[in-house]
């Protein structure tokens, strides 16, 4: 039966100015494919134009003859992976159609329509193995965890198996050197993807990565990660973890031997403040390792907004791990997550904050609360306009109690005005790292 599935890995595109990233998920399945012997493809939508779509994906089902397609679903592609897996099933009846992804392995209800035939919501993928290795039928499906399939016209759900803590098979990065040339991120380059963990160890409310492996953080062995890490041939590397820098011991462990090993990269990772403000001795080696960016969840700049995001920092965390962050000479990228509830004085405190820490890489989201996590719990029945196109980020869902949401956009879209010209017109002229400088050039 495997080597009878020709398989189709689709990664369907969304608006994103700021990146475009390998697809890192649908190459552990590439890979595990590879390994048992069935073809397959990643049809990685982010590499063509928004045009023509559907008509592309159906001349690649035609010329690869495949018989099962898998969609990879964030929260903002909800509603076009499922009007294209009716539209597919209505071209191709015989088409198997497997949905899965974040947004699948925490809401895999959404996806229980007439035109999908199993939503896959496990911890790792040793039941695709099975799925795969044994045949898609419905005495294999229920022998398995983690998925949901229909037996006589009704769905059936099966609870997850245990958490993972490592992969059981490589990525095939087949897709990622393929579609280098299109690959960056805003000022900063073409990076491929590694992850060394699973999950999160800490509950902010507005996140649902801390659901993920059922809501347990593991780690992969770190001499596997840096085996990974010599294997690819690529020199920038962003480890896509939650947090990287968690485990002190562990970092000057995977730095250490990235030193020992004479591995000559450049890595962005994940950081919390908390971190950085209470281990600033491991820095040094950091940046010899060759980390020139961490990504520091700041999102907010009080005490009462962090509290009420149960981010488990302070103000003088932030300031501190900025500040420590600069004296290293390594790039705080600034995360910050705007509130509904923020009045004028909080977007002028915000731009402040900015100028006073120097932050001149800064990222602002729009407080979302993704179904799934503990804020949409709270407010599920206070969100608007919540369809799957807008749970970006970048878009209201909950209506801003202190202005009009006109005015809340029109003060969002205006902090980019104050900040992004001036990333880009340091990096035009090669100062953008330069974690001292203060000025425009």
């Known amino acids: 039966m495997a080597k009878k599935l020709r398989v189709l890995l689709i990664r369907p595109k969304y608006t994103s100015l700021v990146a475009n990233l390998e697809p890192l998920g649908l190459e552990y399945l590439a890979g595990l494919a590879k390994e048992l012997g069935i073809k397959c493809r990643i049809h990685d939508e982010f590499q063509y134009p928004w045009t023509f779509r559907f ?23 909800v509603d076009y992976i499922n009007k294209r897996a009716k539209q597919l099933k209505e071209k191709y009846p015989h088409l198997f159609i497997m949905v899965g992804g974040p947004e699948a392995e925490l809401n895999y209800t959404e996806f229980c329509k007439k035109a999908v035939d199993l939503v896959y919501h496990d911890n790792g993928l040793s039941t695709l193995k099975n799925i795969w290795t044994q045949g898609l039928a419905t005495e294999v499906f229920d022998r398995q965890t983690g998925i949901c399939y229909k037996r006589n016209g009704r769905w059936v759900i099966k609870k997850k198996g245990a958490p993972v803590d490592c992969f059981i098979n490589k990525p095939d990065r087949t897709a990622f050197y393929k579609g280098l040339k299109k690959n960056y991120i805003f000022m900063k380059g073409k990076y491929a993807l590694s992850k060394a963990s699973f999950s999160c160890p800490f509950r902010c409310s507005f996140c649902y990565c801390t659901k993920m492996n059922s809501g347990k953080y593991t780690e992969r062995d770190i001499m596997e990660v840096v085996d990974e890490v010599e294997e690819i041939r690529h020199d920038k590397i962003w480890f896509v973890d939650d947090t990287f820098f968690f485990d002190a011991d562990r970092v000057r462990l995977f730095c250490n031997e990235i030193l020992r090993r004479g591995i000559k990269k450049t890595f962005m990772a994940y950081s919390r403040a908390d971190f950085l ?76 904050f900015v100028r006073e820490n120097n932050l001149l890489w800064v990222v602002f989201g729009i407080f979302t609360p993704y179904r799934g996590t503990d804020a949409y719990d709270r407010y599920k029945d206070q969100v608007v306009n919540f369809r799957s196109w807008r749970l970006d980020g970048t878009h209201i869902t909950l209506k ?12 969002y879209y205006w902090i980019h005005v104050l900040t992004y010209p001036k990333i880009m017109v340091r990096t035009f002229f090669g100062t953008g790292y330069d974690t001292k400088r203060k000025g425009w050039f």
Not at 56 to 63: P, V
Not at 400 to 411: A, K, L, Q, Y
């Open 55 to 77: 008509r592309r994906m159906c001349e690649i089902i035609d010329k690869g003859g495949y018989n099962f397609i898998g969609f990879n679903a964030n929260a903002n592609t």
């Open 277 to 352: 403000a209470a281990n600033p001795e491991i820095l040094p080696l950091a940046y010899k390792a060759g980390f020139r960016d961490i990504l520091v969840g700041l999102e907010a700049i009080n005490d009462d907004q962090l509290t009420d995001y149960h981010k488990q920092t302070t103000r003088y965390e932030n300031i501190t791990a900025i500040k420590n962050l600069h004296d290293n000479n390594i790039v705080c990228d600034g995360l910050f997550v705007i509130s509904h509830t923020a009045t004028r004085e909080d977007f002028r405190s915000l731009m402040r």
């Open 400 to 411: 801003p109690t202190h202005m009009t949401s006109f005015e809340f956009m029109m003060r």
